[in-house]
């Protein structure tokens, strides 16, 4: 599991020797410009070369507009980049597909349809039975934690409760790859923590590839193999770093391990430095 990045690495400690595996998905090169009518040309991105492999954590953390959300867009294939390509598997990336799960903040369930309605659409899309679909969606709901609210409607729930569902939701397609962008932002910081728990435990027995935007240090430290951070607008690859703390991980255990506080506690000064800090750090 290793993170290629096309400028300077720098770990804060050994370097961690991992069963080496392939590329899954590879930014290469990739600048965006948006036209916008206020600012005419605006680079979001510049110069983006950054190789995820296959089964790895990643989390991007950068400040506020510096191109998090952009990027993953353009992972998921909803942006095509102005120049440079991503490709997943070796294969261009054109546009969506089930194979790039999205996770977003502004989680779209179907209002009209039950949590098990939401869970089980992905499946039937994909022509799997309904007595299929409904049995992996079961499974996937209690997964989550959500035994017992099948019936539920979206406007009954929590948001963590829908977070949750969507999170059910985009499993149920079985991508490949999770792109994740701020999922756990709007959420309270109980609800938070066991989220970020539960989508260990499933990534751990899981080991899909996961591409994670967050503003947290401690939830990108938590949760990843690797830590890009990018630098302000227009968004560049500032450092990756790995994250060598040994898995499972508690956060209870965590929280008291000078390792993981060492790895906070630097990128945090990294961000503090110069002018490189940003809102959103
Ligand atoms: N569709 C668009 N049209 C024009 N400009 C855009 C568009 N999408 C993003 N931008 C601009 O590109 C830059 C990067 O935006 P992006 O949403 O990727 O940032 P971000 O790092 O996700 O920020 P945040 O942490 O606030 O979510 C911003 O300056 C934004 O104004
Ligand atoms: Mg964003």
């Not at 370097?15 to 005419?40: C, G, L, N, Y």
């Not at 980049?81 to 991503?86: E, F, H, L, M, V």
């Not at 906070?264 to 110069?274: A, H, K, L, S």
């Amino acid at each position: 599991m290793k993170v290629v990045p096309s400028r300077s690495s720098e770990t804060p400690d050994a370097v961690p020797t991992r069963k080496p595996s392939s590329a899954m998905i590879e930014i290469d090169h990739v600048s965006q410009v948006f036209q916008t009518s206020a600012r005419k040309d605006h680079l979001a991105l510049s110069d983006i070369s950054l190789t995820i492999e296959d089964g790895a954590f990643v989390s991007i953390l950068g400040p506020s507009g510096c191109g998090k959300s952009t990027l993953l867009y353009i992972v998921g294939g909803f942006v095509s980049p102005t120049s440079g390509s991503a490709r997943m598997k070796g294969k261009s990336i054109a546009g969506p597909g089930p194979d790039r799960g999205p996770v977003f903040q502004e989680f779209a369930l179907f209002p009209w349809k039950s949590v098990l309605g939401n869970v089980m659409y992905g499946p039937r899309q994909q022509g799997v039975r309904a007595a299929d679909a409904e049995a992996q969606s079961r499974a996937l709901i209690e997964m989550v934690g959500l035994k017992g609210y099948e019936n539920f409607y979206p406007k009954e729930l929590s948001g963590g409760m829908k977070q949750r569902v969507a999170l059910a939701r985009t499993l149920a397609y079985h991508p490949e790859v999770l792109l994740m962008d701020e999922p756990f932002g709007a959420l309270d910081a109980h609800t938070r923590t066991r989220l970020q728990n539960d989508l260990l435990n499933i990534w751990e027995r899981d080991r899909k590839t996961v591409l994670f935007v967050t503003h947290s240090v401690e939830e990108a430290v938590f949760l990843s193999d690797k830590v890009v951070m990018m630098s302000r607008s227009p968004g560049r690859i500032r450092q990756v770093i790995d994250i060598d703390l040994p898995r499972p991980r508690r956060r209870t255990e965590l929280l008291l391990d000078p390792r993981y506080q060492k790895y906070v506690v630097g990128i945090e000064r990294m961000f503090d430095d110069g002018d490189e800090a940003g809102p959103g750090a």
